[in-house]
């Protein structure tokens, strides 16, 4: 079993950047694929972005390619996403989880294994 706390989210202006963290601790991170989601209020959750175990190979929403980065760093036990080119449609609450397999399903929220508490991040126009 793996806990998951997210870190990085606030407040930042349209056009801006912020770099949200997810640490582990129970069991090496290693061991999952991971992923980002967010979620708006009155909306579903979203998939935004998602890693394979060794950090070589990633996976994006259409509506993040190109200006958001995921990454991992297995001996620190952290994944990040750098997000760039903020817009006010970015706002939610964003969540990193968890997944011990990497295949098709890896934008499907109900694959993950396990999800931390989440982050709010707020986009001002």
């Known amino acids: 079993q793996v806990q998951l706390v997210e870190s990085g989210g606030g407040l930042v202006q349209a056009g801006g950047s912020l770099r949200l963290s997810c640490a582990a601790s129970?069991?090496?991170?290693?061991?999952?694929?991971m992923g980002w989601f967010r979620q708006a209020p009155g909306k579903d959750s979203e998939f935004v972005a998602a890693?394979?175990?060794?950090?070589?190979?990633?996976y994006y929403a259409d509506s993040v390619k190109g200006r958001f980065t995921i990454s991992r760093d297995n001996f620190k036990n952290t994944v990040s996403l750098r997000m760039n080119s903020l817009t006010p449609d970015d706002t939610a609450v964003y969540y990193c989880?968890?997944?011990?397999?990497w295949g098709p399903g890896i934008g499907e929220a109900a694959e993950y294994d396990y999800w931390g508490q989440g982050t709010q991040v707020t986009v001002s126009s």
């Open positions: 989880a968890a997944n011990m397999h």
């Open positions: 129970g069991r090496t991170l290693s061991s999952y694929a």
């Open positions: 890693i394979n175990f060794r950090g070589d190979n990633t």
